[in-house]
């Protein structure tokens, strides 16, 4: 159909049919459907109780919108906790296994690279011995706050468990996930005491660039092989 081009006859002729611009409405208007026979109640069944009966129900289903609603809310909120981690803000294991897999399918599908960063603090036993648990666990908050922070939203970070955590750098190849994972270390390593009491977070990483031919949690595996490396050669060194 070509656009701007002469009006076709048939539009033309239906045009003609509907009536000419100008015409009173009523000529073009569409015809008027009374109430009662749109629900399928003729006139005489219309009763003043009919029509009380009709309210009521429409206020039940109002009622049940409304409840259906709260219930869908509060089911919303239930599958965001039940994705959270219980000390961070980060996704749990099972919600970052999950986005993994989902960051893999669409890499594979619009053809852009992906990788996985494992990281794990070095000696944090320890550190908890001497800190407490509750400048454990601030330390721990305070990984997740960094990594959050130094990360794009497209990105994807994650407690894995204990002191372990793992970011999904999207657009990220083996090399770029490297150099990215040096920046994150560098960003969360500080210190946690008074200078000089020893009290100093250091963390190990692995990479692992994302390819579909391995499963999300065989690429975590391999992430975390990788970073045990990483940190033998540290210790070695």
């Known amino acids: 159909m070509k656009v701007g081009g002469a009006r076709s006859e048939p539009i033309a002729a239906n045009r003609r049919r509907i009536g000419a611009p100008g015409a009173p409405a009523a000529a073009i208007s569409a015809p008027r459907v009374d109430s009662a026979t749109f629900l399928g109640i003729s006139r005489t069944e219309m009763t003043p109780a009919v029509q009380a009966a009709i309210q009521t129900l429409l206020g039940e289903l109002d009622e049940l919108r409304t409840e259906v609603n709260r219930l869908k809310a509060r089911l919303d909120e239930a599958e965001g906790l039940a994705d959270r981690d219980t000390l961070t803000p980060l996704l749990n294991r099972r919600a970052f296994v999950r986005e993994l897999g989902r960051a893999r399918t669409a890499a594979q599908r619009y053809g852009f690279a992906l990788s996985l960063v494992y990281f794990d603090l070095d000696g944090f036993k320890a550190l908890n011995d001497r800190l407490g648990h509750a400048g ?77 031919d391995v499963d999300p949690e065989a690429l975590i595996a391999e992430a975390d092989a990788a970073m045990f490396e990483a940190k033998r050669q540290r210790r070695a060194g």
């Open 136 to 212: 454990g666990d601030a330390a721990l908050r305070a990984v997740a706050e960094r990594l959050n922070a130094n990360v794009r939203d497209s990105d994807v970070v994650g407690r894995m468990g204990g002191d372990e955590f793992a970011v999904v750098l999207v657009q990220a190849d083996q090399a770029t996930a490297e150099a990215k994972a040096a920046i994150l270390a560098q960003a969360i390593e500080h210190d946690l005491g008074a200078p000089g009491d020893g009290a100093r977070l250091r963390v190990s990483y692995g990479v692992r660039e994302v390819t579909a």
